[in-house]
């Protein structure tokens, strides 16, 4: 079946440092692939989606990558902010089957001191 | 921006209760999701439902079931809470393949 595997937080980082939160997949067929963030308190948000093999999805300075070969979509932002705090879900969408049901990894945790 | 509304953002209730949780969507989605939200365990999925009057489990259904009489509603049922039923509980909808969007949430407490 789906699954979808996060790296262990929680992350803390201090204000303009270099992000990366790991995320690999399985899947059958060619799924597409998302990061949601949950800000505190509240539900969750798209973030960003890659659809096909070598996308990248990019929004608000963050970007991911999906490399089929790796079987990963790794987020990555250049200089993170105090406001980037929230929590952070990996998932995936198998295009194969008769239902669109995304797969959410355990979601990480990421703080950000001033 | 379609938009998810959930009745509550907290709730307390007391064990044996029966609880209603709603979720309501402005954008004549065909797909509905309730789950639940624990710390380490990320998001899980309980009931979903394709179609008005359709419903599927999910991953952790027992103790729930869920209603969906007409396409912008869809309600889950905690038949007689219990306090491992505490939880984040939070609704999606989607479009065919789009990607969801989620409400803010409701924290229960079941005491």
């Known amino acids: 079946g789906n699954s979808v595997t996060q790296m262990e937080g929680p992350v803390t980082l201090s204000e303009e440092a270099f992000l990366t939160i790991n995320c690999t997949y399985t899947?059958?067929?060619?799924?597409?692939l998302f990061w949601y963030v949950q800000y505190p308190g509240e539900g969750l948000q798209l973030l960003l989606k890659?659809?096909?093999?070598?996308d990248k999805g990019s929004n608000k300075g963050f970007e991911a990558t999906y490399r089929k070969e790796t079987t990963s979509f790794h987020l990555e932002k250049g200089s993170v902010q105090v406001s980037d705090s929230a929590v952070y879900f990996c998932a995936l969408r198998s295009l194969t089957g008769a239902n669109s049901k995304l797969t959410f990894g355990k979601g990480i945790t990421l703080s950000v001191r001033p | 921006d379609v938009k998810v509304t959930q009745s509550s953002r907290y709730l307390v209730k007391r064990t044996g209760e029966k609880v209603f949780l709603e979720c309501v969507q402005d954008?004549?989605?065909?797909?509905m999701f309730w789950y639940r939200q624990d710390p380490g365990l990320g998001l899980r999925l309980i009931y979903f439902?394709?179609?008005?009057?359709?419903?599927e489990k999910g991953d952790i259904p027992e103790g729930y079931s869920v209603s969906r009489e007409k396409k912008e509603r869809f309600s889950l049922i905690l038949e007689s809470a219990s306090t491992n039923q505490t939880s984040m509980y939070l609704c999606?909808?989607?479009?065919?393949?789009?990607?969801?969007?989620f409400g803010s949430g409701t924290r229960l407490t079941v005491v």
């Open positions: 954008m004549d989605h065909e797909n």
């Open positions: 890659a659809t096909k093999a070598d």
């Open positions: 439902s394709y179609d008005v009057k359709m419903k």
């Open positions: 999606a909808s989607s479009f065919g393949g789009t990607g969801y969007t």
């Open positions: 899947a059958t067929g060619y799924p597409s």
